[in-house]
């Protein structure tokens, strides 16, 4: 079936550096996608959202550009911290339901 | 305002018996999504709930079962527990009558089935 996976599992970044986590997706019909943020032993978090419509939507010190030719979405996030060390997932919304990927480890190097 | 809400938070069961999760959704939303999340990996759309019926379901046996009552909290129950049930358990709410897509999440139920 469809699937949205991630091209890198695990991240490692210095803290103050710029992060960017990256995801594909196979389904060209869907028209909006969500970033989580999941902390151990925590359920995920919503971070930013986008919907095809958009290339490019930005928060507070996160930025998430989606790419319809080749089916890629990106989430940036500046100045990175401690506190961002997460998996974080990108979510397609089929429909009722999410499809997630795999999700990526980001690790914050202090 | 209250977010999404779970219990128990962990749970030990043994293989053939029954458990039952609850959740209540975020103040204000009326729809309820169910997903099971192995370790290490992205959590998989069980159903969902809304208007008390369920509206769509995934790939999941007949074993998981769901309800939602009049208030919109929710209870997922699996039957016959297999040692591939643990996993963490999570609900996500969402506001379908305003047609909002994005759901929310609880921070979910720990299930280990020994």
């Known amino acids: 079936g469809e699937s949205v996976g991630l091209h890198l599992p695990t991240l490692s970044v210095q803290e103050g550096d710029n992060s960017i986590i990256n995801c594909a997706y196979s389904n060209s019909a869907s028209d909006y996608f969500i970033w989580y943020k999941q902390e151990s032993g925590k359920g995920p978090q919503f971070i930013i959202d986008?919907?095809?419509?958009?290339d490019k939507r930005q928060g507070q010190r996160v930025t998430v550009l989606l790419n319809k030719t080749v089916k890629h979405l990106s989430l940036q996030i500046a100045a990175t911290q401690p506190g961002d060390s997460a998996v974080y997932f990108c979510a397609e919304v089929d429909g009722n339901k999410l499809v997630f990927g795999a999700g990526t480890i980001l690790r914050v190097k202090s | 305002d209250a977010g999404v809400t779970q219990s128990p938070t962990h749970l030990i069961k043994t293989r053939g018996q029954q458990v039952t999760l609850r959740c209540s959704p975020k103040s204000g939303h009326d729809t309820v999504s169910w997903y099971q999340q192995a370790l290490g990996q992205g959590p998989q759309f069980i159903f969902q709930?809304?208007?008390?019926?369920?509206?769509q379901r995934g790939n999941f046996p007949d074993r998981f079962s769901g309800h939602q009552f009049p208030n919109y909290s929710s209870e997922l129950n699996v039957n016959a527990l297999l040692l591939g049930d643990s996993a963490l358990y999570l609900c996500?709410?969402?506001?379908?009558?305003?047609?909002?897509?994005?759901?929310?999440f609880g921070p979910g139920t720990r299930l280990l089935v020994l």
């Open positions: 709930y809304y208007e008390e019926e369920e509206r």
């Open positions: 996500a709410s969402s506001f379908l009558r305003l047609a909002e897509e994005t759901q929310y």
């Open positions: 986008i919907r095809s419509n958009m």
